[in-house]
């Protein structure tokens, strides 16, 4: 089953817009992922936040992390028709398997 | 190559075949997954290997399917009698270590399996 559940399912932008995609999951973790996939072929590591982490920045992307409320999202600046892509996240449990579960993405579409 | 190797990269199948699919992990990389996805669909967890062992397969979907890694590097993912609804890609990645404590999972370009 999928632990983490990526919100809003699709979005669309002009280039120069903010993207905010929200993820939210159902129990305890040691650190949250996102990840970035083009065309359906292999993902990319974008960013890692660690559960004693509130915020995490790199280059035009913004992390932040609410475990209290078992939620992170994902902000993208100032949005290039470059960013177009499925977003991910991915959590691994607390006392649970090591495996990297991921959630059902957000499709982000930024029109140029 | 420096990346996460699958081959092959596109395999049509008619149903009831068995099919395989390769995984080369990164030189070092201790951990190894195997995922699926269907079209438009997240990523479906099958297994996860550290080292030659499995110690997580509650994702496969039946017996027919199975996975084995040798020397803690090449795996296989084994498909037996094939059906309409295996058709996805196919998605192996690998990691230094566990991403429990931080390590990020590098992915392959996948598998796309195509049952006809």
């Known amino acids: 089953s999928q632990q983490g559940e990526e919100d809003p399912q699709a979005l669309s932008i002009q280039e120069g817009e903010n993207a905010t995609m929200n993820c939210s999951y159902k129990?305890?973790?040691?650190?949250l992922q996102w990840y970035r996939q083009n065309s359906g072929r292999g993902l990319v590591h974008l960013i890692l936040i660690r559960s004693n982490e509130r915020e995490k920045h790199s280059g035009r992307l913004r992390v932040t992390l609410d475990t209290s409320k078992k939620s992170s999202s994902l902000l993208i600046t100032a949005s290039r028709a470059a960013d177009t892509a499925s977003y991910f996240c991915a959590t691994v449990s607390q006392g649970g398997s090591e495996k990297l579960v991921f959630g059902k993405g957000t499709k982000l579409t930024v029109n140029p | 190559g420096a990346g996460v190797s699958q081959s092959p990269s596109n395999k049509v199948t008619e149903k009831g075949k068995d099919v395989e699919l390769r995984c080369d992990p990164i030189s070092g990389h201790t951990a190894l997954y195997w995922y699926r996805q269907s079209l438009g669909q997240g990523l479906e967890f099958l297994i996860y290997?550290?080292?030659?062992?499995?110690?997580?397969k509650s994702g496969l979907p039946s017996d027919r399917f199975s996975a084995e890694r040798t020397g803690g590097s090449v795996s296989t993912l084994t498909i037996q009698r094939t059906q309409q609804e295996d058709s996805a890609v196919y998605l192996c990645a690998s990691s230094l270590d566990s991403p429990g404590i931080g390590h990020t999972i590098y992915f392959g370009e996948g598998s796309w399996l195509t049952v006809v």
């Open positions: 129990t305890s973790i040691n650190n």
């Open positions: 290997f550290q080292g030659n062992s499995a110690p997580d």
